[in-house]
């Protein structure tokens, strides 16, 4: 009988997924309709779904969960149909245009290369505060925090008055270099709040200092907006949830899947980095896989039906892209650094008509899988019908049986759309695909590596996802990873990487501290000050955050981090302080240190710079407690033999020329200790990994496999 | 591949396609009807038989007589000349070369110096329609910029027979 251990909530647009984990690291899907109006309804019935197929119910399971974790699409789609609240904008005045015109490369975000370089499908959407909701107010502070011109105390209350006419349901304060200088926008966000009150409004307002003191306006102000527009309608929705979670049991505390990969609460004060957490799932979960594992350099990769995503684990640490964009807006939210290119096992196969040769995506059929699927209405190719031709995939068993794929569809769409104008056959025309993507991903996934400044020979690779196992062998072959490692719990590695998310707050703050290569002390110690009331100020908002789950300080354990580069670089690293607080020049020598021995790392050491002198760019602080996370499974060893009952016979497939046939083996029915020889197809109910020619896996003791190039 | 039917294309003439559909075309390989369909579009647009070859303007055609010139026309029936000869001269032009004219069409100011640069502008004959727009130096003379070759077109690009008939 299982133990539910951990709850971890997908809620899509049209379908809301639960994951229920056990304490062996099991876990069970659970689908059910998404009910926008009242999102707790459909969650309830994804988790009886769930639990069916465990055969129990949510009130003998509930009450056992340890954490749950909610992820949701809500906000994002808010914001990409363009339907949050009516938010005004107060901006210098002169700049009021600024907003609406946007960042250039905000037309281009999320484009195809073919598209980024070709103008006339460059397009701005819709800004999400009209021109007529932005007003502005005179003052100007320079970028070294100096006012230039003073606060027009007199223009505010026309302004805000303005927007109150307007009717809009929040304010947003954003002002040049803000970060420098708070000043101006506490006392417009002050008086604000008091006309609002005089009015009886009922009007939240955000300045961008309260929530992202830092550079890059577009960035902060299109941050904050995002905060009022599509993030704090959801914080209803989440109470509602929590609620209900609590009626039907559960003793947790509900948190939400965030950018900087960890969870936050529901009660946070910035909900906006909770837009973005799906995909940072499976990175979530490898660093813990990682940790436990004795890990400390992961290159993760994951193929699903619409991208490859892939992102490294450098010294047990996640890297972090500070300005990432969303919903093809620039923000300045802390995201987990993540590489997409647009090449899924549902990606479609044309044949360029100008060049003849074979184009992969960048579009994708997403959950309509190909041709193969007749429900799915599609007429384009897509690789899932290579797959099929090959016989890599059973189409009777796609997703456990539940979707019946037709191979005769497959291979006569196939025939007609590639093999033909090709001059090949199908069976040759379907590998060719096959090896076109698994080069296209090896080449992508190599010079990622080696573009950060390292080399594959550094790292373990872990491969998860739907179509992941699928192709890792092929994307892996030749990059000399020191181990390729797939869970086989790879289909629902997202879910479990939101169940071993840290419960954790990180708040960052720019600085510009400038420190000469030899400065006097007095220098060292006045910057060391400056950085120590940055933390000491984070550590506040950070301690803030945990008081409203009843932690006190005690309980957090806060890491302190900085961003320093050479004066005058371009590119600052993010790096752990080795200090708990800034005391002396000591503590200004081991911060150089650990900043030259990282620099030395990511680039190389002859490229030390100390004459140029130091800049401290940022100060950061995480703050972690304790929460339940999903075990890893820990099993006897058996013998290398697969048991019996795992054969579930042999399938004739095509690989390179040739029909071979092939062991199909169930996954889940295999023992750790055996070791798989090729040519085997290893099928589970929402994935599938193949052990081609010149491969073994062999199953180790946490039931994850090792796939060895032989 | 994309593929489009006359519905879509009259859309796109009309400029009534929202954008994420105009997206959609120019992200996507050319669709190899589209010649065709579009070509056929624009004859049934027009009250006239010649059978167009080649669109040529937002309101031009170069189309085919029976005797086998052909010609340069308007969307309203007006012909201009063989479309080897440079239909411009035939067409009445509007020169925009004080800073009065200027000021029509631009914000005070906002215009260039008319002793630099002058804006010509080429209208029908027969119905009026502007037909082209250019911002030239005074002294720039009145060129043919487009000299298709049809023939190549259509045996060694698109592969279709010529159209005799409308």
């Known amino acids: 009988m299982a133990k539910s251990q951990i709850l971890a909530i997908d809620a899509g647009g049209t379908m809301t997924d ?20 009242d999102e707790h309804i459909g969650l309830l019935n994804s988790a009886r779904d769930a639990l069916s197929q465990w055969d129990t119910k949510i009130e003998e399971e509930f009450p056992k969960l340890l954490a749950g974790v909610y992820s949701g699409t809500a906000m994002l789609n808010r914001l990409v149909s363009r339907v949050g609240r009516r938010v005004g904008l107060v901006v210098n005045k002169g700049m009021e245009d600024n907003h609406r015109m946007g960042r250039g490369l905000q037309s281009f975000l999320g484009y195809s290369y073919s598209d980024r370089i070709h103008i006339n499908t460059h397009h701005f959407d819709s800004p999400l505060v009209p021109r007529k909701w932005t007003v502005g107010i005179t003052e100007r502070v320079d970028l070294f925090g100096s006012v230039v011109i003073p606060l027009y105390d007199h223009e505010i209350e026309p302004a805000i008055q303005k927007l109150i006419d307007e009717d809009v349901e929040a304010i947003v304060i954003s002002f040049l270099h803000s970060y420098k200088y708070p000043a101006h926008e506490r006392k417009v966000r002050d008086i604000a709040e008091q006309i609002i009150k005089k009015a009886n409004k009922d009007i939240k307002v955000f300045a961008t200092v309260d929530y992202y003191p830092v550079r890059k306006e577009s960035h902060r102000t299109n941050t904050t907006i995002v905060e009022a527009y599509a993030a704090e309608p959801s914080r209803q929705t989440l109470a509602n949830i929590d609620s209900a979670l609590r009626e039907a049991g559960t003793e947790f505390d509900l948190r939400i899947m965030a950018s900087h990969g960890g969870t936050i609460s529901i009660k946070a004060n910035e909900l906006a980095r909770t837009c973005v957490s799906g995909p940072i799932g499976g990175m979530v979960g490898a660093k813990y896989l990682a940790e436990k594992l004795g890990l400390k350099n992961v290159a993760c990769s994951d193929i699903g039906g619409t991208s490859f995503d892939i992102g490294l684990i450098t010294q047990g640490e996640l890297a972090i892209n500070t300005s990432p964009d969303m919903a093809r807006l620039v923000l300045s939210l802390p995201l987990v ?47 899932s019908d290579c797959h099929v031709v090959l016989g890599l995939i059973n189409p009777n068993n796609f997703i456990g049986g539940i979707i019946k794929l037709s191979k005769e569809k497959a291979y006569e769409a196939v025939k007609k759309q590639v093999a033909e104008p090709l001059g090949l056959s199908v069976e040759d025309a379907a590998f060719g695909v096959i090896q076109l993507l698994e080069s296209q991903l090896r080449n992508y996934l190599e010079s990622m590596i080696l573009g950060k400044g390292y080399s594959p020979s550094q790292y373990v690779c872990f491969s998860y996802g739907g179509g992941g196992p699928l192709h890792t062998a092929g994307y892996t072959k030749g990059l000399g990873f020191e181990d390729v490692l797939i869970p086989a719990w790879a289909a629902g590695f997202s879910a479990f990487g939101c169940g071993a998310a840290d419960f954790e707050y990180r708040y960052d703050k720019t600085l510009d ?47 302190l981090l900085y961003r320093m580069q050479y004066q005058g670089q371009l590119n600052d690293l993010e790096i752990e302080a080795p200090i708990s607080a800034f005391h002396s020049v000591d503590e200004w020598e081991s911060l150089i240190k650990t900043f030259e021995e990282s620099y030395a790392r990511v680039y190389a050491k002859a490229a030390l710079s100390p004459e140029l002198g130091y800049s401290i760019t940022g100060a950061i602080v995480r703050g972690v407690v304790d929460v339940a996370k999903p075990q890893i499974p820990q099993e006897p060893l058996y013998g290398e033999v697969p048991p019996a009952d795992a054969f579930l016979g042999e399938r004739e497939i095509y690989w390179n020329g040739e029909f071979l046939q092939a062991n199909i083996y169930e996954m889940e029915k295999l023992l750790p200790g055996n070791r798989i020889q090729a040519f085997s197809i290893l099928e589970s109910t929402a994935t599938t990994l193949v052990v081609p020619l010149g491969f073994e896996a062999y199953l180790d003791e946490n039931r994850i496999f090792h796939l060895k190039e032989l | 591949m994309a593929k489009y039917d006359k519905k879509r294309m009259n859309e796109l003439i009309d400029g009534t396609l929202e954008f994420y559909q105009l997206k959609e075309m120019m992200s996507s390989h050319k669709d190899p009807e589209r010649f065709e369909i579009y070509r056929e579009v624009l004859q049934e647009r027009v009250s006239w038989d010649d059978p167009i070859l080649l669109p040529y303007g937002l309101h031009l055609y170069i189309v085919q007589k029976s005797d086998g010139d052909r010609i340069v026309k308007c969307d309203c029936g007006h012909e201009f000349c063989n479309y080897k ?61 487009f000299e298709p070759d049809i023939d190549t077109f259509y045996k060694e690009w698109i592969k279709r027979p010529m159209p005799t008939k409308a």
Not at chain 1, 30 to 37: D, E, I, N, R, S
Not at chain 1, 338 to 350: E, I, N
């Open chain 1, 337 to 383: 650094s993540m590489d997409t290119t647009g090449a899924g096992t549902g990606s479609f196969v044309r044949i360029d008509p100008n060049y003849g040769n074979i184009s992969l995506g960048p579009d994708s059929a997403g959950s309509r899988v190909g041709v193969c699927y007749p429900g799915g209405g599609l007429d384009t190719v897509t690789v």
């Open chain 1, 18 to 37: 639960t994951f229920i984990i056990d304490e062996n690291g099991d876990f069970v899907v659970g689908k059910a309709q998404t009910t926008p109006l």
């Open chain 1, 513 to 559: 501290i400038n420190v000469a290569e030899k400065a006097e002390y007095s220098d060292i110690l006045m910057a060391g000050r400056e950085l120590q009331t940055a933390w000491d100020e984070l550590k506040k908002k950070v301690a803030e955050e945990f008081k409203k789950n009843d932690y006190s300080p005690e309980d957090v354990d806060f890491r």
């Open chain 2, 85 to 145: 000869e440079n239909w411009k001269l035939h067409a009445r032009i509007f020169v925009r070369d004080t800073e009065e004219k200027m000021n029509e069409i631009y914000p005070k100011l906002m215009s260039p110096d008319p002793e630099w640069q002058v804006i010509r502008e080429y209208y029908c004959p027969n119905c009026a329609v502007q037909l082209e727009v250019e911002a030239v130096p005074p002294w720039y003379p009145i060129i043919l910029d």
